[in-house]
């Protein structure tokens, strides 16, 4: 695929690309990585409804922060300059800045089309409804490293 300025991008979204960064990153010399990190309260509210996923709390949380920590060690095996990471929700309140964030990372111009994105049905907060307090509390516990290194507390 090439942008308006003819440089080739490759854009390939599967979760599962944070457990072999290093791999793929070595693979496209020049690659970048633009990780986009949510609230695990609401990613493991998410994840509770996926068929593919367990559906007990403790379970999700035990998966969910393995997939974490592999992406911990994998990304300080990384050069500071092949990967971004962006909150979704700083995303979500401040689509311009942020956007503009990833393209002076990507070393492309800026371009307002950008932002032709219907980002309505982000789902943040979700977890608020959709778990319980017990649930909620269990997330906070087993991800508290995580919330507070990324500042969701």
């Known amino acids: 695929i090439r942008d308006h300025q003819k440089k080739p991008i490759l854009q390939e979204d599967n979760t599962h690309n944070l457990l072999y960064a290093q791999d793929l990153l070595s693979m496209f010399p020049g690659g970048k990585m633009i990780h986009i990190i949510r609230d695990p309260r609401d990613v493991i509210s998410s994840l509770k409804s996926q068929r593919w996923a367990p559906n007990n709390i403790n379970d999700l949380v035990e998966w969910y922060s393995a997939v974490m920590n592999q992406w911990q ?14 909150r979704f929700e700083n995303l979500i309140a401040n689509p311009e800045k942020t956007i503009n964030e990833i393209c002076n990372f990507l070393g492309i111009e800026y371009n307002s089309k950008l932002l032709d994105l219907d980002l309505s049905k982000h789902n943040i907060g979700r977890y608020k409804n959709e778990l319980s307090a017990q649930d909620i509390s269990a997330i906070e516990t087993g991800t508290a490293a995580l919330l507070k290194e990324y500042n969701y507390n």
């Open 73 to 86: 060690t994998q990304k300080s095996q990384l050069n500071r300059t092949q990967f971004i990471e962006i």
